[in-house]
């Protein structure tokens, strides 16, 4: 009797579950000219009953679903039948899917039952080879992820990354080599302390996992639509708010207070807007931490508005930004100066960011016109004094570089039919400049001017990129894209090009090539020399960095969600600014600031190697990943000497995995178990000169054998637990993350213990614990 009465409870509580009914809404558009598709059946089941309904004239569609994973089918005539699956409703993020079709001029007089799905296929209908797509849910889910794209992307073949950094190695390159893009407009790049403790990336994402959007990741031969970049490309994009209702969340964790909300301006309407503030928990907690960890402040702001307009097009205005604040003060004790940084004080602050307003609007049913207004920046003020044993403070570093951009971009994407599909597009920036640079050599000599200058200066960017299907197996794109830079009149052209060979529905082939080039930061063409009294700026004549990229790819689509995939690449670095005579060349180039001779562009290098990927994606609950990259990496520096790059670790080995539970009598929570485990050569580091180190009391390096010894490889695990509850008014969620669980080592290089006289290696153990919880009403 207890059992039947236990088992009528049970029944009766999942009955009331499955009546609470959540929304999941969405739009489907053409996958090439963006323009609303209506009449495509979208339907999912659900205990065999099958839920159903067909996009109106504005390609939307709603369904009303219980709590649970699903997934939804998208059949329309004339195109590739469709699934996403394991959709989660209610999704933690966001109960709105978009979804693109593309064309199929072989589906002409039924609907073929095979569906592809979209979950490693880059949104960018133009890609062929070196990208892939990642979800808002991957960043949040993956263990190691930590709400961050760019440690999420550490999880792909061809990428390394650190634990006290967020900056990524792409098959050998430096992080400075990374595009960040987002809503089609390049930034910097978005991260807190941004430049300071890597170029090209930071400690924490300046990006909030509640507005951003799927979006692409590309780790080489990238089309012409991105330029300015030789190692890689991070294409963003920030969702549409919610246009049925307003909702709002709020989150407390170990990162950050994040406040966050979305809907429409006014019921029933079609305008939207979308925010999230975060304010650091560390600054919060400044007044009761110990007085020697300093002070690390951060706050963070994203939003998005969306206006649609009646002849089909859109105004969108968005802005992704941060501001950060840290300092430390010296130890006045002088008994505890172990190290070199134990007598420094140091001041930090730093402003960042991007905004954009644009309109899209259609062309002919044929394709879309996009016109952006952007202002982008980026402001680090740095000051830093030691103090001698007499206690008085002697300045060592003072710096000022404010760098902000005006820019213009406008693009035609176009489908002249089946068959050809372009995209054409200019860019103008108008770069402006505010640097003086200063920094003494040793503690007591006079500050030394290694870049000033203010002004601003002219960036222009062109390309054109066409997309051929030209049969049911094959297929191509073809473009061109070249930039000027008016501060060194220099000017380059780069073809790009890409085939792949359809073998059958599971097997495919491809190789794509590309010519790419990059800048350096504004502050290195600022060095100013003294010649026969007047001031001089050799570093002016520089030319851009270029590289070929060279990737053969094989894909074996093994089932639905299961599939193998393999590049072989080749780079071919040249034009590469180096001192000449010198071991040093910009491809090494992570966090220095600071270079004391002009450059010129006779360096080069070479990284080549094999990426391969095995992975099931999300199925019932369950997925897994390995990943594999073994490379080599070489430069060669104004001395002629070929050396191992900085970054050429050899080898990164990832195990990710997790599966997911529905638990409680309701089924109304669900549990999330996540691991990953990371196994990378380490950098390479300059021997140490050890008599003359232990003479001058400071580490002397040996540059004759630059970068000729390796750091010990890294074992990093991470892992992540998500607990989740689906209450029919409100979801909460909890969530523990830990990045580097086992406590590896960081190598930063030597350093010398003043008081034992011995050279030891300068390491740090940085465990990065996340506890937060959110929610959502």
Same mark, same amino acid.
């Given at each position: ?9 049970f029944s009766i509580a999942n009955i009331q579950a499955q009546n609470v009914k959540h929304i999941l809404s969405g739009k489907v558009v053409d996958k090439d000219t963006q323009l609303p598709l209506p009449g495509v059946l979208v339907f999912t089941q659900f205990n065999e009953t099958t839920v159903s309904m067909t996009t109106d004239v504005e390609g939307q569609f709603t $369904?009303? !679903? ?23 409703? @209610? ?94 407009? @390049? ?5 807190? $302390? ?12 300046? !990006? ?17 639509? &991105? ?23 709020? =989150? ?11 809907? @429409? ?6 305008? #939207? ?70 007598? =420094? ?37 740095? #000051? ?116 792949? &060979? ?59 969600? $299961?599939?193998?995939?393999?590049? $072989? ?46 992975? =099931? ?38 195990? !990710? ?25 380490g950098d390479r580091r300059h021997p140490v000169k050890e008599q003359e180190t232990i003479d001058s009391g400071e580490i002397v390096y040996d540059y004759d054998n630059a970068y000729s010894q390796q750091y010990p490889s890294s074992k990093i695990l991470s892992v992540s637990l998500l607990y989740k509850i689906m209450k029919p008014k409100y979801t909460s969620q909890w ?14 290089? &030597?350093?010398?213990? =003043? ?23």
């Amino acid at each position: 009797m207890k059992k039947i009465l236990l088992l009528l409870l049970f029944s009766i509580a999942n009955i009331q579950a499955q009546n609470v009914k959540h929304i999941l809404s969405g739009k489907v558009v053409d996958k090439d000219t963006q323009l609303p598709l209506p009449g495509v059946l979208v339907f999912t089941q659900f205990n065999e009953t099958t839920v159903s309904m067909t996009t109106d004239v504005e390609g939307q569609f709603t $369904l009303k !679903l219980p709590m649970g994973r699903y997934n939804i089918q998208f059949q329309m005539l004339g195109y590739q039948s469709f699934i996403q699956e394991e959709v989660a409703v @209610p999704s933690t993020y966001s109960n709105t899917l978009n979804i693109s079709l593309q064309e199929d001029e072989t589906v002409l007089n039924e609907v073929e039952v095979v569906y592809k799905s979209s979950k490693d296929e880059p949104q960018n209908t133009m890609a062929i080879a070196s990208g892939r797509q990642f979800t808002v849910e991957e960043s949040s889910r993956y263990a190691g992820g930590f709400d961050d794209p760019a440690r999420l992307a550490t999880a792909f073949a061809g990428v390394a990354g650190s634990t006290g950094s967020n900056g990524m190695v792409i098959r050998g390159n430096a992080p400075k080599g990374v595009l960040w893009q987002v809503e089609d407009l @390049p930034i910097p790049d978005p991260n807190h $302390l941004s430049n300071i403790v890597a170029f090209g990336g930071g400690s924490v994402t300046a !990006l909030s996992t509640y507005v951003m959007d799927n979006s692409d990741f590309y780790t080489g031969a990238f089309t012409s639509d &991105y330029g300015n970049a030789m190692a890689g490309v991070f294409d963003l994009s920030l969702r549409t708010g919610n246009t049925e209702k307003r909702s709002y969340q709020a =989150q407390l964790g170990v990162n950050g207070i994040d406040f966050g909300a979305e809907g @429409p301006f006014k019921k029933g309407g079609d305008a #939207t807007y979308l925010f999230n503030y975060r304010y650091s928990t560390f600054a919060l907690l400044a007044p009761i931490l110990p007085e020697e960890m300093g002070f690390l402040g951060y706050q963070d702001l994203s939003f998005k508005i969306n206006i649609p307009t009646k002849n089909g097009g859109e105004w969108n205005i968005w802005a992704v930004g941060g501001a950060d604040r840290q300092y430390r003060d010296a130890s006045m004790d002088s008994t505890e100066w172990t190290f070199d940084d134990a007598n =420094q004080s140091f001041s930090t602050s730093i402003l960042f960011g991007g905004s954009g307003v644009s309109y899209q609007v259609p062309i002919n049913k044929k394709g879309y016109w996009k016109n952006i207004v952007g202002f982008t920046g980026n402001a680090t003020y740095w #000051t830093s004094s030691e103090l001698d044993k007499n206690m008085m403070s002697n300045p060592i570093d003072d710096f000022k570089n404010v760098q902000y951009d005006f820019s213009y971009k406008s693009y035609i994407h176009y489908k002249f039919g089946p068959k050809h599909t372009n995209r054409t597009g200019i860019t103008i920036t108008q770069k402006h400049f505010d640097i003086n640079m200063q920094q003494a050599e040793e503690m007591g000599d006079p500050m030394e001017t290694f870049a000033v200058g203010n002004g601003q200066s002219m960036f222009l960017q062109a390309y054109t990129q066409s997309k051929f299907q030209l049969s049911q197996k094959w297929s191509m794109n073809v473009g061109v894209y070249g930039q000027y830079f008016e501060g060194t009149q220099s000017i380059s052209i780069e073809p790009r090009a890409a085939i792949k &060979y359809q073998l059958n529905p599971w097997h495919s082939l491809s190789f794509s090539y590309g010519l790419h080039s990059q800048m350096e930061a504004m502050h290195y063409y600022l060095l100013p020399q003294n010649e026969g009294g007047e001031q001089t700026y050799p570093n002016q004549n520089l030319d851009f960095s270029k590289a070929h990229h060279y990737v053969l790819g094989y894909n074996w689509n093994i089932k639905n969600n $299961l599939r193998f995939k393999s590049e $072989l690449f080749y780079q071919d670095l040249y034009n590469i600014p180096v001192v000449e005579g010198s071991y040093f060349s910009m491809l090494n180039l992570s966090h220095q600031w600071y270079v004391d001779a002009p450059l010129v562009n006779n360096g080069t290098g070479r990284n080549v190697g094999l990426d391969l990927t095995f992975e =099931q994606f999300l199925k019932k609950g369950f997925y897994y990943t390995f990943t594999s990259s073994i490379f080599d990496s070489k430069y060669t520096g104004g001395d002629g000497v070929e050396r191992n790059s900085q970054f050429n670790k050899n080898y990164v080995f990832n195990v !990710l995995g997790g599966k997911e539970w529905t638990v409680g009598r309701e089924r109304n929570k669900t549990l999330s178990v996540n691991g990953k485990f990371t196994f990378m050569g380490g950098d390479r580091r300059h021997p140490v000169k050890e008599q003359e180190t232990i003479d001058s009391g400071e580490i002397v390096y040996d540059y004759d054998n630059a970068y000729s010894q390796q750091y010990p490889s890294s074992k990093i695990l991470s892992v992540s637990l998500l607990y989740k509850i689906m209450k029919p008014k409100y979801t909460s969620q909890w969530t523990l993350q830990i990045i580097n669980a086992l406590g590896a080592p960081e190598y930063y290089g &030597y350093q010398y213990n =003043q008081k034992t006289q011995s050279i030891s290696d300068d390491t740090d153990v940085l465990i990065l614990p996340n506890i937060a919880y959110k929610v959502m009403f």
